[in-house]
């Protein structure tokens, strides 16, 4: 079998949604890939979408989403994952029991409310879902306008009879939290908090690689087929957990680099967050124990390696799987990205911030776990 050692682009899959946006740049053009098209780096859509249809996800990570180079070119990210197993996932992730692609990531635009809905833990969701995860989350936020509003973690005092009662009536926006998101905030959402995306919004959200929810209020709407979509009432109800705080107003713990600058955003045992600014070409490693996942959030430049170069653009994916052990970036014009992985979290990012004199309260602040 082929040895993984290069990095590895992949292709977006693009969700219609009805509270979803037209206009997706800089980030990325409407997918113009019809089905049966040969995969291109402009991804596609599922299921296809006409010139008015909203879009409000864009999965960098999907199942479906199709690699473009190396040894899996033309494999969907599951063929691969199927096929190559820990080569691809890194020899941790192998032991955890899952054969899936570890992270699910993707962006979300947003023109009005999505529902209020909660997401269970790993335990509920084996004994009540079987065959599925339970969903952690973060989000990082890149832009809101004057409408943009999160609702997250029930009011205090507020109990699971009060929300009940207002789930049946469409009243539930009054008992959650709201807030007003900044751009470059990062909010972490453990499994049991009621939260509910509004209008206004881009951002990025990474995840255990689960699409497990619990729709709570739809605000009595109907869904892309015309039908209200379905409620889940007594398991969003098990596993709300009223006492869960907003998990917000995160520490900046951003330092210098010689290729720019480097932010440890956020870190959980599920995932880990990092941005970096490239104003000089990085040397950066791969990891024998786990596969890395690049998100080009802005600029182009190289990617490189002894094997030879290729290009990377704004609202490119670039997995860099275990076998590759040096690469570089070699931004043409300064480029800033995300970078996402299964942490450990001591070594990763604890012991890191540490060596860099940040104060134990302060590393507690993004370290859930």
């Known amino acids: 079998m082929p040895k993984l050692d290069i990095p590895l682009q992949l292709s977006p899959v693009f969700k219609p949604k009805i509270w979803g946006q037209h206009n997706l740049e800089p980030l990325f053009a409407r997918p113009v890939a019809k089905p049966g098209d040969p995969p291109s780096r402009l991804g596609h859509s599922e299921p296809p979408v006409g010139a008015n249809d909203l879009i409000g996800e864009v999965w960098i990570t999907d199942e479906r989403s199709r690699f473009l180079n190396g040894s899996c070119a033309g494999l969907t990210l599951k063929e691969a994952s199927q096929k190559y197993g820990a080569e691809l996932h890194g020899s941790a992730w192998s032991s955890r029991g899952r054969t899936c692609f570890p992270l699910l990531a993707k962006y979300i635009y947003t023109h009005d409310w999505l529902s209020v809905q909660v997401h269970p833990d790993d335990d509920y969701a084996h004994v009540h879902d ?38 049946e009536n469409g009243t539930s926006r009054d008992l959650i939290q709201p807030f007003r998101p900044e751009a470059e905030e990062a909010v972490f959402v453990p499994p049991g908090t009621v939260h509910a995306l509004g209008p206004g919004l881009v951002l990025f959200e ?47 713990l951003e330092f210098h680099e010689p290729y720019g600058s480097r932010r440890w955003v956020l870190a959980c045992r599920y995932f ?19 596969v890395e996942t690049l998100s080009i959030l802005s600029g182009e430049g190289r990617v490189e390696t002894e094997a030879g170069w290729m290009a990377y653009r704004t609202g490119d994916t670039w997995v860099i799987p275990p076998g590759v052990r040096n690469y570089r970036l070699a931004p043409e014009e300064r480029t800033r990205l995300l970078k996402f992985y299964v942490p450990d979290i001591d070594k990763d990012f604890r012991s890191r911030l540490a060596a860099r004199g940040v104060s134990f309260e302060q590393i507690g602040r993004i370290v859930f776990g």
């Not at 509003?149 to 029930?154: M, R, T």
């Not at 605000?219 to 998990?247: A, I, N, S």
Request: hydrophobic residues 40%; glycine residues 8%.
């Open 130 to 167: 079987p065959g599925n995860f339970g969903k952690c989350e973060m989000w990082y936020f890149l832009s809101s306008d004057d409408r943009g509003e999160v609702l997250l973690a029930v009011k205090a005092g507020v109990t699971k009879e009060r929300l009940a009662a207002a789930f």
């Open 206 to 252: 990474v995840e255990e690689n689960s699409d497990l929810t619990y729709r709570l209020d739809d605000f009595g709407r109907v869904g892309l087929d015309g039908k209200p979509r379905p409620l889940h009432w007594q398991k969003g109800l098990d596993v709300t957990r009223v006492e869960l705080p907003q998990y917000r107003h995160l520490p900046r």
């Open 272 to 290: 880990a967050l990092e941005e970096l600014m490239l104003t000089e070409i990085a040397c950066l490693e791969g990891s024998a124990e786990r």
